[in-house]
């Protein structure tokens, strides 16, 4: 049986590699995407996965689009919360607009999806979530209170998720990435960026396959007994 997985912003950066790498791990793999046209198709024609549009902070379209998803795919086993923005700024100069944008797409995305796909996955007797959280949510960073405090209510949803999923074969689990060489990061200015691999114990930007490979590890059918935990994957940046 090849199991269903959906990789909310599977398109681009980590999400495109998680989605590889499930494909390539014989997953049947859909990969959202909210605005980037240009790049979901070239991810199409470059990895013949489904690349489906919607936006995962509106609940309503989630729940229209899982639904749509679970009867064109079959049910969604595998849910990879990846999807994420950062709308950057110190608290004085923060807007309103900029907190909750990131606070609904990183955040309210992980509400917006599990609650389509949990109770198939209560019935079924089987799940697997993985919800992409962040070093910036474990340790904080300046000029991030949004980012960091969504990243931060990642790390507690998988944990009281993973408590309600236990007994129904249900595992929920968080991936902390350090900085990845993505579009999010090569938008930081390139003197900032010198400054943040100099703290890099490894001496080096993640790649987005070194996330991918802990999410095919935590979904695996076997990875039963780990559940309600944070792998940070971070070069040694952030280590407790
Ligand atoms: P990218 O900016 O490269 O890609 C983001 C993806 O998310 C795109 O596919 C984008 O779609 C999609 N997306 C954004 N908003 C929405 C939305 N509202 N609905 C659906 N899809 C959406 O990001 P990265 O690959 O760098 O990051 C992936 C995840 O990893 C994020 O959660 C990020 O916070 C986290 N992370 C990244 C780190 C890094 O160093 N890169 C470090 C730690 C955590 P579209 O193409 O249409 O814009």
Sequence with gaps: MSRVALVTGGTRGIGEAISVALKDAGYKVVANYCGNDDAAKAFMDKTGIAAIKFDVSDFEKTKEAISQIESDYGPVDVLVNNAGITRDGTMHRMDADQWDAVIKTNL???????????????????????????????????????????????????????QEGAGK?????????????????????????????????????????????TVLFLVDDDATFITGSTISVNGGQHMY
Aim: aromatic share 6%; proline share 4%; with cysteine.
């Design 169 to 213: 074969g249900i595992t929920v689990n968080a991936i902390a990435p350090g900085y990845v060489d993505t579009d999010m990061v090569r938008a930081v200015p390139e003197e900032v960026l010198e400054k943040i691999i100099a703290k890099i114990p490894v001496g080096r930007l993640g790649s987005p396959k070194d996330i991918a490979r």
């Design 108 to 162: 309210g995305s992980c509400f917006n999806t599990s609650r389509a796909a949990i109770e198939g996955m209560r019935d079924r007797k089987f799940g697997r979530i993985v919800n992409v959280g962040s070093i910036n949510g474990q340790a904080g960073q300046y000029g991030q209170v949004n980012y960091a405090a969504a990243k931060s209510g990642i790390h507690g949803f998988t944990k009281a998720l993973a």
